[in-house]
């Protein structure tokens, strides 16, 4: 089956890094997704990694993958006040559906 | 702009009613994804069209349906509607590549509210 759990919420100070952390069950996912969905505003896909790699880099972000232990996290490094959005882990999984986790909030401090 | 158009964006319905959605994907996207996303239960996938074909289903209720028409956009209708169902649906919509990463484009959503 499929299942994606997130936590809820996460507080930074401006300039910190953030993780968001992200666990799913289903070993057949060959992509796993960050989207970021920010007030009043659909998902825009903020990175991705296949699931035959352990990390990947884009500017501030990071994925690390752990495909044993099917985790999954998002760095961001620097956080900035507009990173405050909730951020959504997804799996690929047969037929192109898409399962989300219950989102996090992630709130920027200045 | 993602490219994916929805509308309306707010709808304000009463209970027992019914109400159709609708999504224009990007151009040259084949596959078109219904989501709703409430506060209790998230971001919940409802189903999918490819190329004016059912594709996959997901937790979407018998009194919901939808359709890929063939200028591939996409229509998802709710009837005898309840204040459960009050929600912010949301359209995606992709170029299907099994080979490759299939990116899903997500429309503004459309906010109903059931009173």
């Known amino acids: 089956g499929e299942d994606v759990e997130q936590s809820l919420f996460l507080s930074v100070r401006e300039g910190d890094s953030s993780v968001i952390n992200c666990t799913y069950t289903d070993s057949s996912s060959t992509y796993l997704y960050w989207y970021k969905q920010e007030p009043g505003a659909g998902l825009q896909l903020l990175t991705y990694i296949f699931s035959n790699m352990d990390m990947k880099q884009d500017q501030r972000l990071t994925v690390l993958l752990n495909k044993k232990d099917k985790h999954l996290s998002l760095r961001i490094a620097d956080t900035q006040t507009g990173d405050s959005a909730i951020y959504f882990c997804?799996?690929?999984?047969?037929?192109?559906?898409?399962?989300f986790g219950g989102g996090t909030r992630v709130l920027v401090k200045p | 702009d993602s490219g994916v158009t929805q509308t309306p964006k707010h709808l304000i319905t009463a209970t027992g009613q019914r109400v159709t959605l609708r999504c224009s994907p990007r151009s040259g996207d084949l596959s078109v994804y219904w989501y709703q996303q409430s506060l209790d239960q998230g971001l919940q996938f409802l189903i999918q069209y490819y190329n004016g074909e059912e594709r996959a289903k997901g937790n979407i209720l018998e009194r919901f349906s939808a359709q890929q028409f063939p200028d591939l956009h996409s229509e998802l209708n709710l009837s005898s509607l309840e204040l459960g169902d009050s929600a912010l649906y949301f359209c995606?919509?992709?170029?299907?590549?099994?080979?490759?990463?299939?990116?899903?484009?997500f429309g503004q959503g459309t906010r109903l509210t059931v009173v």
């Open positions: 997804a799996e690929r999984a047969a037929g192109n559906k898409l399962t």
């Open positions: 995606a919509s992709s170029v299907e590549d099994p080979g490759g990463v299939t990116e899903a484009f």
